[in-house]
């Protein structure tokens, strides 16, 4: 079983470039996150989706955009990438949560903006 | 997220020792959840807490939801080099809107 499959697992990008980060789940989840993580700020929240064609803000939603358009992907986009987005990217795939199952997380996306 | 803290940020022990870390919050807690994950590495699932009161074991692992839904404690009894890691807890607080956010970790280092 693949689970949670994250593309692509390392990335440069200059300052300005854009990119996509492509988020892929085969366990039919509804929800789905994406998460940064930083030393010392542990998981924070960058947009989420309760189903397919929707999205929702999380903590930290600037700069970055998402899309939801089949329910077993979700899309992080960068337009203009800054230094300030240099992270480990994860993203995670849930039942609907009134089941009150866990959080599936992908390997992670080890982006780095130069 | 400030929502949810996370207590002690980093804690080193001795092999064999207990300890416990805590996640609080300021809102009630529909589901708790604990993760731990190694460096570098995606996140284990540890276990879930919905109820007030719930405890709940795995191996050598406790985690206790408080009756208030407020916080949470994870304890860890006779620690192992292979305990070492970021312990993470997250939760909605919000009731069932699907956001789910995270504390900001804690880093556990177990000395052989």
């Known amino acids: 079983n693949a689970g949670v499959t994250q593309t692509p697992k390392f990335r440069v990008l200059k300052t300005g470039q854009s990119m996509t980060l492509l988020c892929a789940q085969d366990?039919?989840?509804?929800?789905m996150y994406w998460y940064r993580q930083d030393p010392g700020m542990g998981l924070r929240l960058i947009h989420y989706?309760?189903?397919?064609?929707?999205?929702a803000k999380g903590e930290v939603p600037d700069g970055y955009n998402v899309s939801r358009l089949k329910k077993q992907n979700f899309l992080l986009g960068l337009e203009s990438a800054a230094p300030s987005q240099t992270s480990v990217y994860f993203c995670?795939?849930?039942?609907?949560?009134?089941?009150?199952?866990?959080?599936?997380f992908g390997q992670g996306t080890r982006l780095t903006v130069v | 997220s400030q929502e949810l803290e996370q207590s002690p940020q980093s804690l080193i022990v001795q092999e064999g020792k207990n300890l416990t870390i805590n996640c609080t919050s300021s809102?009630?807690?529909?589901?708790l959840y604990w993760y731990k994950q190694k460096y570098g590495e995606g996140l284990i699932f540890l276990m879930m807490?919905?109820?007030?009161?719930e405890e709940k074991s795995h191996e050598k692992i406790t985690a206790k939801l408080d009756e208030k839904k407020q916080q949470s404690s994870l304890h860890i009894t006779a620690s192992q080099p292979s305990h070492a890691g970021i312990y993470l807890c997250?939760?909605?607080?919000?009731?069932?809107?699907?956001?789910?956010?995270f504390g900001q970790g804690t880093t556990l280092q177990v000395k052989p």
């Open positions: 995670a795939s849930s039942y609907r949560r009134g089941r009150g199952t866990e959080a599936f």
């Open positions: 366990m039919n989840h509804e929800y």
């Open positions: 989706s309760v189903g397919e064609g929707t999205t």
């Open positions: 809102k009630t807690l529909y589901g």
């Open positions: 807490l919905q109820k007030g009161g």
């Open positions: 997250g939760a909605e607080l919000s009731g069932n809107t699907g956001k789910l956010i």
